[in-house]
């Protein structure tokens, strides 16, 4: 990409790395630091890529990047993210599923959806939100306590519908609607607490010392793979 006019590169490159799948990388030769375009471009890709990038002789930036599922985490919330987004897409399969009335499979991975978020609460209930306090907003609300307050309401809903499967009459009819309720609460969830309480908690982790960070991403890490 040396050769590509700096109006055109991302583009360039976003259409040479857009379709990999995994385990395929993408190696670029850029002529300039790559870090602005590198970090739009994984917007655009939904936070899909990892990259590494070295010096040439010749002073390039040369730049090796993967599918971000294809490395390993690099700390608590390339964790936490990634986690929400396997989540995600167990819903979205048990929404398609349920559509389908393969209630059986859909049924199966609800179960599992459910065991996922427990995990995933625990995170954020016994190490997150016990390691650092969150003040109040300008409404006197803990961000914290809302933030619990809405993963019970989440887990409450998914146990709902996970019995509702089990119902003898069950059918795409009687489940779909709860998981179309359940997935408007979910993606507010999300959005409320990524713009509320992850900076909150991404700035007191970077301020801790490095040996903190380490064991809370171990300890994170355990939690979630458990």
Do not use: C
Not at 45 to 55: C, D, G, T
Not at 132 to 146: F, K, L, S, V
Not at 151 to 176: G, K, P
């Amino acid at each position: 990409m040396t050769a590509t006019a700096p109006s055109h590169l991302q583009t360039a490159v976003f259409y040479e790395i857009k379709d990999m799948t995994r385990g395929e990388t993408a190696t670029v030769l850029f002529a300039e630091d790559p870090a602005i375009t590198l970090h739009s471009l994984n917007l655009q890709l939904r936070n899909n890529l990892r990259w590494e990038i070295s010096r040439t002789d010749a002073g390039h930036w040369l730049t090796v990047i993967h599918r971000a599922e294809d490395v390993a985490p690099v700390d608590v919330f390339d964790s936490l993210k990634r986690d929400h987004k396997r989540l995600d897409a167990m819903f979205s399969q048990v929404i398609h599923l349920t559509d389908q009335n393969h209630l059986v499979e859909a049924h199966a991975i609800m179960r599992a959806f459910i065991e996922g978020l427990r995990k995933h609460f625990a995170v954020e209930h016994d190490i997150l939100a016990k390691a650092i306090r969150t003040p109040p907003n300008a409404m006197g609300i803990d961000p914290t306590a809302a933030m619990m307050q809405e993963h019970n309401e989440i887990l409450n809903q998914s146990i709902m519908i996970e019995l509702s499967f089990d119902e003898d009459d069950a059918t795409s009819t009687s489940v779909s609607p709860l998981l179309a309720i359940l997935a408007g609460y979910l993606s507010k969830h999300e959005y409320r607490e990524e713009a509320t309480i992850f900076p909150i908690w991404i700035g007191a982790i970077n301020k801790a010392p490095e040996a903190v960070k380490a064991a809370l991403f171990q300890q994170v890490l355990a939690t979630l793979a458990d």
